[in-house]
């Protein structure tokens, strides 16, 4: 396979994480007899541009199709995050009813009911029917396709070039990324202004946050990759913020290349310098990569092969394509971890791909009174343990595997 920016071989190797399904591809009761497929979950590194990439197995409308299970505002915290990205860029930007925003992956309406309420225009686009008409439930208009040059070019067309474009957790999950990050160019205004987030590559690897690979990543991303996309397709990075959101994430705002006037901020040679020193553009820096996963995933074996042994009992919390991708690398099924729980109406009552273990409701929790509680999105640890504390009152306690074995 060739870089799917560059179109360099790749031959250096990042992790592989044996095969797996579609980690959002969760099974119903009627579809439980059926086979799954399975897919390679193997990542390389391509040491000309320094993007980090899944091997391609399948298109990606066999992974976002009609019935796709993530909902963003399921998570309170992420709620809160996007209400305080709107507020800041409507000052920025002076954003008013005479704006548009446009956000590609718009999900079910997280970010842009916030932009909707402020009283400013604004467009989702979304490929996925499951959440676009959870957005339209909103009264958020809605375009249910995938985003590239010739999607961008009809909306100009149609006098709806944008002063903001959002795109959150989304450039990782795109195949074609230079046609998609192209059509940011092409779809802003002269002065308008770009944002991207991303669970950023250089936290992936010191965390040993392996779980965030799955089919559905093609991309794994440091500011050094993006910078080198982006300015092959029109736009110039000119600021990147740290946020805590995903297990550490960038926010990097661009302009168009040819029009826009903006300054570049110092933060952007600060932050391409801090992946420097760590040997982000070093073949060496990936290659610890394996030992941690593989380290992770036996000390998560032995502490449940022990709660077996003990007779105690310990299920899951949330659903998430993380937790997919641990239990299928480490081979747990429900004799390990009876159950997973998980507040999402769209995933209550199905199996979890691959390790089939069914997903219930948190009443389940209060009943059962399990002793330990394994966290499996790890990144709202601290939010599920606030939801959840009522479990030590029978002295339940909560457990994380990434990036190592902790039990609090």
Not at 103 to 117: C, F, H, I, P, T
Not at 159 to 186: C, E, K, R, W, Y
Request: hydrophobic content about 40%.
């Amino acid at each position: 396979m060739k870089c799917r920016h560059c179109d360099h071989e790749l031959t250096k190797p990042f992790l592989d994480l044996g095969s797996a399904p579609p980690s959002n591809a969760y099974l119903r009761t009627d579809t439980l007899e059926n086979p799954e497929v399975w897919l390679p979950l193997k990542l390389m590194v391509c040491d000309a541009c320094w993007l980090a990439q899944t091997l391609d197995f399948t298109g990606r409308e066999n992974l976002f199709d009609a019935d796709y299970a993530y909902f963003s505002s399921f998570s309170s915290s992420w709620l809160k995050h996007a209400e305080q990205f709107v507020a800041a860029m409507r000052q920025e930007l002076a954003l008013n009813e005479h704006s548009l925003v446009v956000e590609v992956a718009a999900n079910d309406g997280y970010l842009l009911q916030y932009v909707k309420a402020a009283g400013i225009p604004c467009l989702g686009v979304e490929p996925t029917t499951s959440t676009a008409n959870a957005a339209r439930a909103k009264g958020i208009p809605v375009i249910e396709n995938f985003f590239g040059t010739n999607l961008a070019q009809e909306l100009k067309a149609n006098q709806q070039s944008a002063d903001l474009t959002v795109a959150n957790n989304v450039l990782a999950h795109v195949p074609d990324i230079n046609d998609f990050v192209a059509g940011f160019s092409a779809l802003l205004k002269p002065q308008g202004v770009a944002s991207f987030e991303f669970p950023h590559l250089l936290n992936m690897v010191q965390e040993n946050q392996f779980d965030t690979a799955y089919h559905e990543h093609y991309s794994y991303l440091s500011l050094h990759a993006v910078q080198a996309i982006f300015e092959k397709n029109g736009l110039q990075v000119f600021d990147v913020q740290e946020w805590p959101t995903h297990g550490g994430s960038l926010r990097v705002l661009a302009q168009r290349s040819d029009t826009g006037l903006r300054n570049r901020r110092d933060s952007v040679a600060a932050m391409l310098k801090k992946e420097s020193a760590a040997g982000i553009t070093d073949v060496s820096f990936y290659q610890s990569a394996q030992k941690q996963a593989e380290k992770a995933k036996f000390e998560l074996l032995e502490f449940l092969l022990n709660c077996k042994k003990e007779e105690k009992t310990v299920v899951g919390y949330g659903a998430a394509a993380k937790g997919n991708t641990l239990l299928n690398f480490s081979g747990i099924r429900p004799d390990l971890l009876t159950y997973v729980v998980d507040i999402n109406v769209h995933k209550q009552g199905k199996y979890m791909p691959g390790s089939r273990i069914p997903i219930f409701t948190e009443a389940e929790i209060a009943a059962d009174k399990p002793d330990y509680l394994l966290i499996l999105p790890w990144n709202l640890r601290q939010e599920i343990e606030g939801q959840l504390s009522y479990i030590r009152a029978w002295g339940g306690k909560f457990v994380t595997a990434i990036p190592k074995l902790s039990i609090f």
